[in-house]
Nanobody, 122 residues
Framework: QVQLVESGGGLVQPGGSLRLSCAASGFTRQYYVIGWFRQAPGKEREGVSCISTGDKSTWLANSVKGRFTISRDSAKNTVYLQMNNLKPEDTGVYYC???????????????WGQGTQVTVSS
């Protein structure tokens, strides 16, 4: 069973940066798509970014393009989300998840981590 553990959230001022980490274990397939999702208070959970462990392709939501970067350290089985120029609207709980086989990164999370809080506020 896939296990995902997020870390790196916190409180940051607008314009600041954070790096989230997702440590993964228990893979049962050769390749996965690992995604970052977020849920703001009162809003539905949405996909932010994802990366394929196979062809290393990536996807970013339009709202974070140019500010966020996703990467993976295969030796550590860890996926990172570097978040720069953070805005108050980036506030929410950020979850790491595998994406369902054949699913899309916007909404099709499968196995989930516990989440980490990101708060962007002055």
């Amino acid at each position: 069973q896939v296990q995902l553990v997020e870390s790196g959230g916190g409180l940051v001022q607008p314009g600041g940066s954070l790096r989230l980490s997702c440590a993964a274990s228990g893979f049962t397939r050769q390749y996965y798509v690992i995604g970052w999702f977020r849920q703001a208070p009162g809003k539905e959970r949405e996909g932010v970014s994802c990366i394929s462990t196979g062809d290393k392709s990536t996807w970013l939501a339009n709202s974070v393009k140019g500010r966020f970067t996703i990467s993976r350290d295969s030796a550590k089985n860890t996926v990172y989300l570097q978040m720069n120029n953070l805005k108050p609207e980036d506030t929410g709980v950020y979850y790491c998840a595998t994406v369902k086989n054949g699913g899309n990164c916007r909404s099709d999370g499968d196995s989930w981590g516990q989440g980490t809080q990101v708060t962007v506020s002055s």
